[in-house]
């Protein structure tokens, strides 16, 4: 997203909302997305929004979702925690 702020900082900001608001159910959904290929862990779930991948952790004990990672799709295998 940096580089869209650059030349549109309107656009990124635009982006940055479409990001979020991909995100917003997920409390309500905590499966809606799949599990990460690369890592096969049932907790660790990803959502793709454009050329961005949302990557997030589901606590089914605590019932909390945590957003992990925005990564974009052409940087290869996201880098986690």
Same mark, same amino acid.
């Given at each position: 997203?940096?580089?869209?702020?650059?030349?549109?900082?309107?656009?990124?900001?635009?982006? *940055?909302?479409?990001?979020?608001?991909?995100?917003?159910?997920? *409390?309500?959904?905590?499966?809606?997305?799949? !599990? !990460?290929?690369?890592?096969?862990?049932?907790?660790?779930?990803?959502?793709?929004?454009?050329?961005?991948?949302? !990557?997030?952790? !589901?606590?089914?004990?605590?019932?909390?979702?945590?957003?992990?990672?925005?990564?974009?799709?052409?940087? *290869?295998?996201?880098?986690?925690?």
């Amino acid at each position: 997203m940096r580089y869209i702020s650059l030349d549109a900082p309107g656009r990124a900001v635009e982006f *940055g909302q479409l990001l979020l608001d991909s995100v917003r159910n997920l *409390g309500d959904f905590p499966e809606k997305g799949r !599990v !990460v290929p690369e890592f096969a862990d049932p907790t660790l779930r990803e959502l793709v929004v454009r050329t961005y991948r949302v !990557v997030y952790r !589901v606590n089914p004990v605590r019932q909390q979702i945590e957003i992990v990672r925005f990564w974009h799709a052409a940087r *290869g295998q996201p880098k986690l925690r």
